[in-house]
């Protein structure tokens, strides 16, 4: 057969985002032979940092924030020699109106209840296993307990403020008992999004690719994988590269592709029913990210002459605080339910509701405009989503068999972890695939 690759490998691993370079490296740095495959022509996955035209400046299309408990990025960068910053000037705005004292009040009133029901659960690492008198609370979103408790009327928007913000969904979507759990998993003390990777967030994916190349490891890229093929002894990969079939033979192999993927990908046997209704229950987090360049940074220098009113702007900040140059880039972020308005939109009409938008803060923003960028992540056809939230249900019902193995074929990417929809959770995963594999090839 065409591209048959007769040389069997320890471990296939599919997908080169955080969670398969991470799994991939581990092994290769225990002597395994692995083969790494990814789609796409780069490595990264969601880690996307734009580059090309913007004259040495860089921006993220996917992540950027780092918390402080997120100690793989960070221990990682330390031993890559990635400079990580925290970001002691950085501006951002909201394009909501202030909320009223009530609205306040009752937010305070709703992240109490969320904290006495986090310190019920015994085990934030797994909080999937609440006791059963908490997993009723999986199945009502952060919508359906607001109502219950008296408080959506009056802080909806703020609600929506998080949702959007932080798991890219609505309210109604997102389990209470998710809220409390992460709640309960991240614990005081952590500093939320305070550090970044200062030359761009995508040279941590570069460097786990250039030490597993480095250690013998094999990258195959632009080799979408399109069929898996479990055997008594051994697991057969099928894809296409560079036009071109291939089959990968190996004892195991590494799932790490974005969970939409799965169901679409040709599997013998049968994926597991299980793992087909679990795979249901995942929220696809919708977000599009529009970044422009401008020649001059004015925010930092003129207040804003109006508040506008586009409530589909989550948010906006800037990205290049800590690059240094006369020219500044922002970010607009856009997610959950307003994405379906945006994504029948075109990237320039985007770019233009943007700065329609901006201009009622800083009139004649526009004609300082040097690049701009719009990406809507549902159309990636290699993510099909930016990241995952715990619709109801998702966590006692669909995650504990998510993270169970069938036969030779181990699971990762960020779907899997408390860290949820980050990349600490995609290094952890790709971690704990990795000990998997490694335990059964010993
Ligand atoms: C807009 C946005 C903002 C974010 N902000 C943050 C943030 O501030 N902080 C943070 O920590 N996290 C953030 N995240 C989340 C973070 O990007 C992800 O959690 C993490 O990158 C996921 O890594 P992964 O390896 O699990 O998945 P992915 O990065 O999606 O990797 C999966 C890989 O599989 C490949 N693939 C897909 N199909 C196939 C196929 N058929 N064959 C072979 N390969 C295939 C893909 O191309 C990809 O490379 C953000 C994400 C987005 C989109």
């Not at 036009?243 to 013998?268: C, D, M, N, S």
């Not at 930092?300 to 800037?318: F, G």
């Not at 990237?347 to 329609?356: F, G, H, I, M, S």
């Amino acid at each position: 057969m065409d591209g048959d690759y007769n040389q069997r490998y320890d471990c296939v691993v599919l997908g080169a985002g955080l969670a398969g370079l991470y799994a991939a490296y581990l092994l290769r740095d225990a002597s395994y032979s692995v083969c790494l495959v990814e789609a796409r022509a780069r490595v990264g996955g969601r880690v996307c940092t734009w580059r090309e035209g913007l004259s040495g400046q860089h921006a993220e299309l996917g992540p950027e924030f780092i918390d402080s408990n997120h100690t793989r990025v960070l221990g990682l960068a330390k031993h890559f020699d990635l400079r990580v910053s925290t970001r002691p000037s950085f501006w951002g705005a909201s394009t909501m109106p202030s909320p009223s004292r009530a609205a306040q009040r009752a937010w305070r009133l709703f992240w109490r209840d969320v904290r006495d029901y986090a310190a019920a659960i015994p085990e934030p690492r797994c909080a999937w296993q609440v006791p059963d008198a908490l997993k009723p609370l999986d199945r009502l979103s952060m919508r359906d307990w607001a109502m219950q408790r008296g408080v959506w009327q009056a802080s909806a928007p703020l609600f929506q403020r998080y949702t959007r913000n932080m798991e890219a969904t609505e309210p109604e979507q997102l389990s209470f008992l998710s809220v409390a759990a992460q709640e309960a998993f991240y614990g005081d003390g952590v500093d939320a999004g305070v550090y970044q990777l200062r030359d761009g967030t995508d040279t941590l994916p570069k460097a786990l690719a250039s030490a597993f190349v480095a250690r013998g490891g094999e990258l195959r890229l632009d080799a979408p994988v399109h069929a898996i093929e479990q055997r008594e002894e051994s697991v057969c990969v099928y894809g296409v590269q560079s036009g071109k079939p291939y089959t990968l033979h190996a004892r195991f192999a590494i799932v790490a592709l974005p969970f939409p993927i799965l169901t679409q990908l040709e599997w013998t046997p049968t994926l597991s029913s299980a793992r087909r209704d679990a795979l249901a229950l995942a929220g696809r987090g919708k977000v599009i990210r529009t970044l422009i360049q401008f020649r001059t940074r004015f925010w930092r220098k003129q207040s804003p002459h109006a508040q506008p009113n586009q409530p589909d702007i989550n948010a906006l900040w800037e990205e290049t605080d800590l690059q240094s140059g006369e020219t500044g880039i922002l970010s607009f972020w856009v997610a959950g339910e307003p994405v379906e308005r945006w994504r029948r939109l075109n990237e320039a009409q985007r770019v233009e509701q943007c700065l329609q938008t901006l201009e009622v803060m800083y009139p004649n923003c526009r004609a300082q405009v040097l690049a701009a960028r719009s990406y809507d992540w549902q159309a990636d056809p290699f993510a099909q989503h930016a990241y995952i939230y715990h619709a109801p249900s998702y966590l006692t019902e669909a995650l504990p068999s998510l993270r169970t193995p069938e036969g030779r074929i181990h699971f990762a990417g960020d779907y899997l972890s408390m860290f949820v929809g980050y990349m600490e959770g995609a290094l952890e995963s790709g971690e704990a695939a990795a000990c998997a594999v490694a335990n059964a090839l010993r």
